[in-house]
């Protein structure tokens, strides 16, 4: 018979963010957890996992996939190897949130397509999904955006989802960390954990 101290505990869920550099990760996690998240102006701040523990789960500030502002090439290959190693091995992540600049995706995507490469976002997209990991769009700086529909009509479809985007509101979130507007994504995180 086993006591209660042989018994393993349930691992705690954890939910990662992923993205480029700059497109507000470091704020939102922030925002849902209420810690205080280090956080820079100029992109690849954040170079190691950052986890934060809340009363349900495990949060992850990821570091930011793309350029890295004063940070030599080596060290950002070594920092990209870390971050698809933790993904890999972690069988505790039950979720990702793979944070975009609504802003400047779709000038982004255009500029990879132009190149004949597949944009950082869509890779990491499919990276997840590869990995059997559920994940939210999360379309930050949405008061950025001029057409609103429009806009993340176009976004979607680069993930192969058809619009209306609308119809995709149990995986998408229109959000902007920086006017503290994540009520969407909180939702979407506690129906999906």
Same mark, same amino acid.
């Given at each position: 018979?086993?006591?209660?101290?042989?018994?393993?505990?349930?691992?705690?869920?954890?939910?990662?963010?992923?993205?480029?550099?700059?497109?507000?990760?470091?704020?939102?996690?922030?925002?849902?957890?209420?810690?205080?998240?280090?956080?820079?102006?100029?992109?690849?701040?954040?170079?190691?996992?950052?986890?934060?523990?809340?009363?349900?789960?495990?949060?992850?500030?990821?570091?930011?996939?793309?350029?890295?502002?004063?940070?030599?090439?080596?060290?950002?290959?070594?920092?990209?190897?870390? =971050? *698809?190693?933790?993904?890999?091995?972690?069988?505790? &992540?039950? @979720?990702?949130?793979?944070?975009? $600049?609504?802003? +400047?995706? #779709?000038? =982004? *995507?255009?500029?990879?397509?132009?190149?004949?490469? &597949?944009? @950082?976002?869509?890779?990491?997209? $499919?990276?997840? +999904?590869? #990995?059997? =990991?559920?994940?939210?769009?999360?379309?930050?700086?949405?008061?950025? @955006?001029?057409?609103?529909?429009?806009?993340?009509?176009?976004?979607?479809?680069?993930?192969?989802?058809?619009?209306?985007?609308?119809?995709?509101?149990?995986?998408?979130?229109?959000?902007?960390?920086?006017?503290?507007?994540?009520?969407?994504?909180?939702?979407?995180?506690?129906?999906?954990?």
């Amino acid at each position: 018979m086993s006591s209660l101290l042989d018994q393993k505990k349930p691992a705690i869920p954890e939910i990662i963010f992923v993205g480029r550099s700059n497109v507000g990760k470091s704020t939102i996690v922030g925002q849902l957890t209420g810690k205080k998240v280090r956080k820079g102006k100029r992109p690849g701040v954040t170079l190691k996992p950052n986890s934060i523990l809340t009363k349900n789960f495990i949060v992850t500030d990821m570091p930011g996939f793309g350029f890295m502002s004063g940070v030599k090439d080596r060290k950002q290959d070594i920092v990209k190897e870390k =971050i *698809v190693k933790y993904i890999e091995r972690n069988n505790n &992540i039950k @979720l990702g949130v793979l944070v975009l $600049d609504g802003s +400047s995706f #779709l000038d =982004i *995507v255009e500029r990879w397509k132009g190149r004949d490469e &597949i944009p @950082l976002d869509i890779e990491l997209y $499919d990276f997840l +999904s590869d #990995l059997s =990991i559920p994940t939210i769009i999360a379309i930050n700086k949405k008061d950025k @955006l001029h057409n609103l529909d429009e806009t993340v009509d176009g976004i979607i479809q680069e993930f192969d989802l058809l619009p209306p985007w609308r119809q995709w509101l149990d995986n998408i979130a229109i959000i902007s960390g920086k006017q503290k507007d994540i009520g969407s994504l909180k939702k979407l995180i506690y129906n999906k954990i």
